[in-house]
């Protein structure tokens, strides 16, 4: 099976660009004011979004970050045009935690923030402040149900070999209110680790002992433990909230074995595994076993919850705005939440989005993608080939568990089957630019260096017989006299590992002038499993020109080709 992929285009001259012309300005539209209430988790990322369209397009968004119970029970009795929830309405009413009542008016979810629950810390060591505290999860789950109480522990001295750990009481800091960040740890907890927390996914976080501090909102737990009298506390607050308080996160122990902080990138990984049900929401327990080795594990999302018919306040015109507002939060108002300690939207999320924003009264429709500046994809993208996937930075070494991950809870007594599929996808995905400009070269000068840039191989046939990847050059030809040669030979290759492999390897460089190709540029070996993440490679280019060369312009083609063994 062969496949062959155009790379790179090398132009031995400057490429001229044309500048887009704007188009005139629109006559300014005009908006109703919004008002909303609820998750306190992505409070920090809404707040942004509307300063910006207050600014942009003269929308007044007014919010309330009373934290997503509060939020729920608002949008239930109609207070409110819209809520943010770090999840979705319970079965089982209580009063911190309401359902839909009959009769209601009809809704959606969309999720528009995406973040790691992160487990904020005040910890010092012989006055030294830790800044690089790495747990497992199930000394996580050990902390919050009360069996872990010191710092000592030796489940925690463990995860920490490089540290001596203080004899030092662990304070636990919890959420007093109703909580869709409670709600995102415990539900982690209760789905990975059941054997030790045995109180299920909880909004209201349930009262475990004495030695637990309760404060309302993600402001409340995140401003004690960076007191002070918080030294020795640990809390799980939004990734955002530990940022602006200056507090240093835990990095947790993820299925593929590596000890992950809750990064923009590693949260945006991370769900990339969710499976979204028809009303938009996420099942997580597939992000919370993601083995991807980036991906943070208590990732989750906050959902706007958007009528899907009018009601008692909410109009078409009121549709009319809020559509606006999600069509902003959804492309260019993911750019700022990286800054902020958020995630931007993975593709599959912000598909949901698109189709679901039309169902808004009074929208405007669905979200073109190809034209939404979403930092995480671009046109042409897929779920499994996506910018997010193929820059996303991999974990050091350093923080990969020295042994085989501890696993969760194994429940005996339950007859499981698996049957392994292959998604029989063999493929190159060639670099993401185009064309490589060398620039303006002297005849004999020095050697001038540019990349070739990305390129990725997956195979997951059903049968692993191996690959090879070949990368050919052809000679440069003048452009003005197609008689003007400079043979390949000046061109010269590095090529490297982007992200390794088992069973991959990549072939020794050549040097500018003694180039031979076409050359085998990287192999995988029978039975290699790339999955779908894919091998990643990346080339160092050097051209020379030689001093006979004929003054001109000239041009090159690079050649990828994966051959199937």
Known sequence: MIRGVRGALLLVTAIVTALAVPAPAQAAESFVPLSGSGSTWGQNGLDVWRRDVARTDGITVNYSGTGSSAGRRDFIAQTVDFAVSDVPFQTEATSESPTPEAGMPPYEYLPLLAGGTALAYNLWIDGHRVTDLRLSGAVVAGIFAGRITRWNDPEIQADNPALSMPDQAITPVVRADGSGSSAQLTGWMADRYPSIWTSGMRSVFPHIADSFRAQNGSLG??????????????????????????LPVAKVLNDAGYYVAPTPAAASIALLAATPAPDGTLDLRRVHRSTDPRAYPISSVSYLIAPTATNRIFTAEKGRTLSRFVQYAACEGQQELPGLGYGALPLPLARIVADGVSRIPGSSGTIDLDGCRNPTFAPGDTASDNVLL?????????????????????????????????????QLTAPTSTSIDFGDLGRGGGEVARALGRFSVVDDRNRLGGWSLQFSVSDFVGIDDAAARVSSTFLGIAPHETTHQDGVSIADGQEAG???YPMILATGEPGTTTTLVGATFDADLSLRIPRDAAVGRYRSTVTLTLIGL
């Open 221 to 246: 737990v995140a401003g004690y433990v960076s007191q002070d009298y918080g030294r020795g506390a640990i809390t799980y607050v939004e990734a955002s909230y530990a940022q602006n308080a200056g």
């Open 390 to 426: 193929r820059t996303a930075p991999m974990p050091p070494e350093s923080d990969r568990h020295p042994g085989p991950a501890p696993r969760a809870d194994e429940v005996d007594g339950v007859n499981v089957s698996a049957t392994v599929t292959a998604s029989d996808l063999f």
């Open 514 to 516: 003694q180039a031979v």
